[in-house]
């Protein structure tokens, strides 16, 4: 089975930029979406398509296309104390279907 | 706007059966593939099991493949999970979602209904 892995921790102080990294077999050639979960809520969609954001979501947020064929890499720019959250990334994979990372827990200093 | 609002969940022991049930408003039902998620205690996402919009095709993740059936009323914009032989390793969070036509991505979220299964 297709397996995709995220640290487990990120942490970054308020204004500065954080990196999460989704990393899985040729995860390059796959489409790769992107969820934010508050603490209490549901997962919430925050890219699609690799790249793609909601209406909702702000421009603060972007995707890296995969730079080594296994990583593809979310970035959070000016982060401040709302983007605290556990982010999980997710394929779909033939013979898996859906494959959710382990999810990465982003701690704001 | 779309919701999503999952009931049916509570406590129930191992072998035991359970049926949630998912009202969707907002949207139109039928447009969309329709799918469960879980949630395990140690924050884990898990696939569970997706139904097709129109056609009814069920598809099904391995671990509960034979145990649980995903079924929906578009008469009643109705989403419904049947759980049987349940064990402690189906203790979860079960959220239903909304998948983006044509993209296996879940642009909504239900709030999600606990199910715990303990002796």
């Known amino acids: 089975s297709y397996v995709v892995t995220q640290p487990p921790s990120v942490s970054v102080a308020p204004g500065r930029t954080a990196t999460l990294s989704c990393q899985g077999d040729n995860i390059a050639i796959k489409t790769i979406h992107w969820y934010r979960q508050r603490p209490g809520q549901a997962p919430v969609l925050i890219v699609y398509?690799?790249?793609?954001?909601p209406s909702r979501i702000p421009g603060r947020i972007s995707v890296s296309a995969p730079n080594s064929g296994d990583t593809a890499t979310l970035t959070i720019n000016r982060v401040d104390a709302g983007d605290e959250a556990d982010y999980y990334c997710?394929?779909?994979?033939?013979?898996?279907?859906?494959?959710f990372g382990g999810g990465t827990r982003l701690t704001v200093l | 706007e779309a919701q999503l609002l999952e009931s049916g969940g509570g406590l129930v022991q191992p072998g035991g059966s359970l049926r949630l049930s998912c009202a969707a408003s907002?949207?139109?039902?039928?447009?969309?593939?329709m799918s469960w998620i879980r949630q395990t205690p140690g924050k884990r996402l898990e696939w569970v099991a997706a139904?097709?919009?129109?056609?009814?095709?069920?598809f099904y993740a391995a671990p509960v493949r034979g145990r649980f059936t995903i079924s929906r009323d578009n008469s009643k914009n109705t989403l419904y999970l049947y759980m049987t032989t349940l064990s402690v390793a189906d203790t979860a969070v079960y959220y239903c979602v909304r998948e983006v036509i044509g993209r296996a991505a879940a642009d909504v979220w239900g709030r999600g209904a606990l199910v715990t299964v303990s002796p």
């Open positions: 398509d690799g790249t793609d954001r």
């Open positions: 907002g949207f139109s039902f039928t447009s969309h593939t």
């Open positions: 139904i097709g919009g129109t056609d009814g095709v069920t």
């Open positions: 997710q394929v779909w994979h033939l013979g898996s279907d859906w494959v």
